[in-house]
């Protein structure tokens, strides 16, 4: 089993690393402009599988997508750790909602 900061460790030893014939390796040689078409194409796979009917086309694309913004993390140099300690500032936060009506008038 693979959680996603094991995949972020791995992604990140391939950059140190470089490993011939490995896809991550393929991203990081074509650069960044080639890892954000990426995950723009990543990202709308997900919307058009989410609008259609069933499962596993959406959990397919949205492990893609994944795959594709950890490898856009490492390529700028952003740790995992950086993404869990925003998450973590965010836990039982009380949601602000209700104090903006604007959002509920859209
Ligand atoms: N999770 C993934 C993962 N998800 C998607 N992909 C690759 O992402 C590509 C997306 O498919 P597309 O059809 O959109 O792209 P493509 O036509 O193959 O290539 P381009 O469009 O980029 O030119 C496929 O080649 C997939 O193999 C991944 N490649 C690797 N991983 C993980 O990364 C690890 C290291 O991979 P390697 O570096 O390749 O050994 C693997 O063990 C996996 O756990």
Same mark, same amino acid.
């Given at each position: 089993?693979?959680?996603? +900061? /094991?995949?972020?460790?791995? !992604?990140? @030893?391939? $950059?140190?690393?470089?490993?011939?014939?490995?896809?991550?390796?393929?991203?990081?040689?074509?650069g960044?402009?080639?890892?954000?078409?990426?995950?723009? +194409? /990543?990202?709308?796979?997900? !919307?058009? @599988?989410? $609008?259609?009917?069933?499962?596993?086309?959406?959990?397919?694309?949205?492990?893609?997508?994944?795959?594709?913004?950890?490898?856009?993390?490492?390529?700028?140099?952003?740790?995992?750790?950086? !993404?869990k @300690?925003?998450?973590?500032?965010?836990?039982?936060?009380?949601?602000?909602?209700?104090?903006?009506?604007?959002?509920?008038?859209?």
């Amino acid at each position: 089993m693979q959680n996603m +900061e /094991e995949l972020y460790q791995l !992604i990140a @030893a391939r $950059k140190q690393t470089p490993k011939k014939g490995s896809y991550t390796d393929y991203l990081f040689t074509e650069g960044i402009d080639k890892i954000l078409k990426k995950v723009g +194409e /990543e990202s709308t796979e997900v !919307i058009v @599988a989410a $609008k259609n009917p069933g499962d596993d086309e959406l959990v397919y694309e949205t492990a893609d997508l994944f795959y594709h913004v950890l490898v856009l993390l490492v390529e700028r140099g952003v740790s995992f750790d950086q !993404i869990k @300690a925003e998450l973590a500032k965010r836990e039982g936060k009380m949601s602000s909602f209700k104090d903006r009506p604007e959002i509920k008038n859209l």
